[in-house]
């Protein structure tokens, strides 16, 4: 079993990473800064979805006919998407 540690050793330990961890974050600060000066705020933007072709599928009128489709069962499922795939 491992010895427990002095709590001046713990102390010490924490504020290395707490200073570490502050350098980290003003080299981010710094780098973000240096970011939007040059690109402007072009950088922050929003995400958007791009739309793709099969997004009808998820549209609300679409919900009653995939809630029955799922619940077929499997064989009956497997012979209507055979069916409509001709």
């Given amino acids: 079993m ?4 002095d709590a001046t050793e713990v102390a010490a330990t924490l504020e290395r990473w707490a200073q570490a ?3 980290a974050g003003e080299r981010a600060a710094l780098r973000r800064a240096a970011t939007l ?3 402007g705020d072009e950088l922050v933007r929003d995400y958007e ?4 072709p099969n997004d ?9 006919i995939r809630f ?5 069962p499997f064989g009956l499922r497997m ?3 055979k ?4």
């Fill in 79 to 81: 012979a209507l998407k």
């Fill in 37 to 39: 000066q040059t690109q």
């Fill in 49 to 52: 979805f791009h739309k793709k």
């Fill in 56 to 64: 009808w599928i998820h549209l609300d009128w679409m919900r009653p």
């Fill in 2 to 5: 491992k010895p427990l540690r």
């Fill in 21 to 23: 961890d502050a350098q």
């Fill in 83 to 86: 069916r409509m795939a001709r």
């Fill in 68 to 72: 029955i489709y799922r619940n077929l």
